[in-house]
Nanobody, 124 residues
Framework: QVQLVESGGGSVQSGGSLRLSCAASGPIAAGSCMAWFRQAPGKEREAVASISPTDGITYHVVAEKGRFTISQDNAKNTLYLQMNSLKTEDTATYYC?????????????????WGQGTQVSVSS
């Protein structure tokens, strides 16, 4: 059974940084697409960034490019999201997701495996 466990969320002031981690376990095939999504209250879940050997790195939320960095440590089966220069509008629950296969998409419904989410709160 695939398990994704996020950590690293918290409360920071505007301009601060956080690094989210997602520890993956279970039968995830090597080369599968992994991604970060976020969901703010009252809004739809949106893709932040994704990574796979097939598709490389994609920042789905264009505005986040340059502030957010997605990376992966295959030896540790861990996905990361480094977030710098955080803004109040980045406040959301951040989810780690994975799908079978190496192609990445921005649609949440295309991802089979999900973590429980970690809360990020940015205050002004």
């Amino acid at each position: 059974q695939v398990q994704l466990v996020e950590s690293g969320g918290g409360s920071v002031q505007s301009g601060g940084s956080l690094r989210l981690s997602c520890a993956a376990s279970g039968p995830i095939a090597a080369g599968s697409c992994m991604a970060w999504f976020r969901q703010a209250p009252g809004k739809e879940r949106e893709a932040v960034a994704s990574i796979s050997p097939t598709d490389g790195i994609t920042y789905h939320v264009v505005a986040e490019k340059g502030r957010f960095t997605i990376s992966q440590d295959n030896a540790k089966n861990t996905l990361y999201l480094q977030m710098n220069s955080l803004k109040t509008e980045d406040t959301a629950t951040y989810y780690c997701a994975a799908r079978d296969g190496g192609l990445c998409y921005s649609g949440a419904r295309l991802y089979k495996y999900w973590g429980q989410g970690t809360q990020v709160s940015v205050s002004s």
